[in-house]
């Protein structure tokens, strides 16, 4: 009866979604009396999620799934459930657990509470804390079937270490050819080293900034900083930059702990998708600009002279 996490990873590291997830699963089995079992696919370094309240990683090798396949996934972490006897699992608020909790959920009969910003408020039943209406407010939710599925949002909740290892067993799934009757057969990747999933820091372009040509202060900043790249819609409907970078109420959420917009207005449906974020930093021009309500910090000036300084003073740190 351990309650279950899906550990994410890319390239065979864990994202530090993982971390976040197990510690939040840590925290739910502490109030269940029970233990944390982990799944992971392709990832190396499993004993190292112990350092994060894991007990045991089932750890799954297998070159099916190289590439994200939310049915294939989906079914793996529902025989693994089934095998722990889960009646919790707990996923991240990812775009790939997103997808794929519904398909686990509709072949378990569980409950989703997706967005989960806190620890449960009670197992017994079991309430979970989530931001709701695009953010501008929160929803206690009572999850009432047997099994139930927590989608944790990134950055909401952190991690918490010890000096654990985690046991690691071998775990092989049934996986026949129609859980991948669905497949992705090219992956584009936003421009970038960091994923705005996973980044602590965001530095967001607006249509401010003129063009694509001028991108190349916006990627200086975000190296210095070890950041993300993001945009808002309109500049990646106009082809500035990558979809994959769009954030917003129809884009990508962020939840980072540094926010940076420039040449942003901050309009409602941009604000949405943001507003999750610890601090945010605004550059714009406009004073009246409605970003500086949301801002922690505000900047009134130029980003073509605001934001090549800010680089410059940072790289002395
Ligand atoms: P603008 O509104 O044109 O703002 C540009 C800003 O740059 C201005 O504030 C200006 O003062 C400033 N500026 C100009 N020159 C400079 C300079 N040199 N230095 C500094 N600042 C400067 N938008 C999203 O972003 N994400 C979404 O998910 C999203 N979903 C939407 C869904 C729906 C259904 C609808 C209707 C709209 C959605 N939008 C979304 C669009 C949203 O309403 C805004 O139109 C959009 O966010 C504006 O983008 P922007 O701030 O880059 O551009």
Redesign the pocket.
């Known amino acids: 009866m351990s309650v279950l996490v899906y550990t994410e990873s890319e390239n065979g590291k864990f994202k530090k979604n993982a971390f976040e997830v197990a510690s939040y699963a840590h925290e739910v089995a502490n109030q269940m009396g029970t233990t944390v079992t982990a799944i992971s696919v392709n990832a190396e370094d499993n004993e190292s999620l112990g350092a994060y309240g894991v007990s045991k990683v089932l750890s799954v090798s297998d070159d099916k799934l190289k590439t994200f396949n939310a049915k294939a996934y989906a079914h793996a972490i529902a025989q693994a459930a089934t095998k722990e006897g889960s009646q919790v699992i707990i996923v991240s608020s990812s775009t790939d657990s997103k997808f794929l909790a519904p398909i686990l959920a509709a072949k378990l009969e569980a409950g989703y509470a997706p967005n989960v910003v806190a620890a449960p408020e009670g197992t017994n039943p079991l309430t979970v804390k989530r931001t709701a209406f695009s953010n501008k407010g929160f929803a206690h939710t009572r999850i009432n079937t047997d099994v139930k599925i927590i989608g944790v949002s990134n950055n909401a909740f952190g991690t918490h270490e010890n000096d654990a290892t985690a046991a690691v067993e071998t775990f092989a799934p049934s996986l026949e050819d129609g859980n991948f009757n669905v497949r992705s057969v090219e992956i584009d990747k936003a421009v970038g080293t960091v994923t705005i999933a996973d980044a602590d820091i965001v530095v967001s372009?607006?249509?401010?900034?003129?063009g694509p040509e001028n991108w190349g202060m916006v990627e200086e900043l975000a190296e210095v900083l070890g950041a993300a790249t993001a945009?808002?819609?309109?500049?990646s409907d106009m082809g500035w930059r990558p979809h994959g970078e769009?954030?917003?109420?129809?884009?990508k959420p962020v939840a980072s702990n540094l926010y940076i917009a420039?040449?942003?207005?901050?309009?409602?449906?941009?604000l949405?998708?943001v507003s999750a974020s610890k601090v945010k930093v605004v550059?714009?021009?406009?004073p009246e600009?409605?970003?500086f309500k949301a801002a922690d910090y505000g900047i009134v000036?130029?980003?073509?002279e605001?934001v090549p300084q800010l680089t410059e003073k940072l790289k002395e740190f």
């Open positions: 372009g607006g249509r401010g900034l003129k945009c808002s819609k309109p500049v769009h954030v917003g109420q129809t884009g420039i040449g942003i207005s901050g309009a409602i449906q941009h949405a998708g550059i714009n021009t406009d600009a409605p970003f000036g130029d980003a073509f605001v």
